[in-house]
């Protein structure tokens, strides 16, 4: 009986581990409709099956516990009363639970549709790519497009619209607190509406094995005011900012007379490549390199030498000719991007 308590507070703590609150718990702390929608989901599925599970196997527990009888207890039975347990337990309770669980999967798919919004244009359109996302802004609006990796801003309390792209393999757009899994397929479009009810960053990956860095492929969805959030796109619109003082502007040197340029973009400058990330406001994102490290001035110079190191297969090759003065001098100009 002992090592039978110890083995249910075993599965116990199991269960309050795995109930901890992480990015990737779309079960608990939703940020938005759609996720608590199937939050819900989930929960309805989950409960009855711990019920079913814990109703097993204690009827298992009692059948080992169970004395073993006479054999006039074992002669065979009249086989009725047992069919309505079958019919019962077996039939009916396990068509009712899937019954109501199907209709509350079509009720959250018709209320969180996943297809273009007849009658507007896409907000952003996001590219997936190995191994990072590329999220253009206005797709087809106002103003100048423009490109920021990694980080999508969103203004919160109303849903919007992003279209779905892949440049190379399949991948998979999940934010785990806002919604659902949407795909993004090589030469289709797929559209999602997020909605994020409070300001706050959510963490946001690639849910589709899309190669060597699958791990490393992840973005933050950063809801704000919507005030705040014309203000930052306003930023985002602007050119980068001229080197602050002299390293910074050796680093600009030293960046547009290397490759760098054949690859990216820093606007209102000649750089105009798009293999990789776009770089005009570098300096203002948390995390770099598909937003798999850090931004600071330590992994931007690790990531500059040895990126094949960092993230073996990426497109960044290791510039191991940057080094010493020259190396500072290119981080400090990234790191003034803001
Ligand atoms: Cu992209 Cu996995």
Not at 315 to 336: C, I
Request: proline share 7%.
């Amino acid at each position: 009986m002992r090592r039978l308590i110890r083995a249910l507070s075993l599965i116990a703590v199991a269960f309050a581990v795995a109930a901890c609150d992480t990015p990737q718990n779309y079960m608990q702390n939703t940020g938005g409709p759609a996720a608590r929608s199937l939050a819900n989901l989930g929960w309805e599925a989950l409960v009855p099956f711990i019920a079913a599970t814990v109703v097993t196997w204690a009827l298992i527990v009692w059948l080992a516990l169970r004395r073993r009888g006479t054999l006039d207890e074992h002669a065979p039975l009249e086989a009725d009363p047992g069919r309505r347990w079958i019919v019962i337990g077996g039939i009916a309770i396990p068509v009712a639970v899937l019954l109501i669980l199907f209709i509350s999967m079509l009720d959250s798919l018709a209320a969180f549709p996943m297809a273009h919004a007849s009658g507007t244009a896409p907000e952003i359109r996001v590219r997936g790519r190995q191994w990072w996302f590329d999220a253009e802004y206005h797709p087809r609006g106002e103003g100048q497009n423009v490109h920021v990796p990694g980080e999508i801003h969103i203004p919160v309390g109303r849903p919007v619209e992003i279209e779905l792209q892949s440049e190379d393999v399949i991948h998979s757009f999940w934010i785990p607190k806002l919604h659902g899994k949407m795909d993004l397929v090589p030469g289709q479009r797929n559209f999602i509406r997020i909605e994020a009810s409070q300001p706050g960053r959510y963490e946001g990956e690639c849910a589709e094995y899309c190669g060597a860095q699958h791990a490393h492929m992840r973005f933050a969805i950063i809801a704000e005011p919507p005030q705040k959030y014309r203000a930052w796109l306003a930023h985002q619109r602007a050119s980068a900012a001229a080197p602050s003082n002299y390293q910074a502007a050796h680093g600009r040197e030293v960046f547009m007379s290397s490759a760098c340029p054949i690859c990216h973009t820093i606007r209102g400058t000649p750089a105009q490549g798009r293999v990789g990330p776009e770089l005009t406001h570098v300096g203002s994102r948390k995390r770099i390199a598909g937003d798999a490290f850090e931004n600071n001035t330590a992994n931007l110079a690790a990531w500059i030498t040895s990126a094949q190191s960092m993230k073996p297969g990426s497109q960044m090759p290791n510039f191991t000719q940057f080094s010493g003065p020259d190396l500072q001098a290119l981080t400090a100009y990234l790191r003034g991007l803001r």
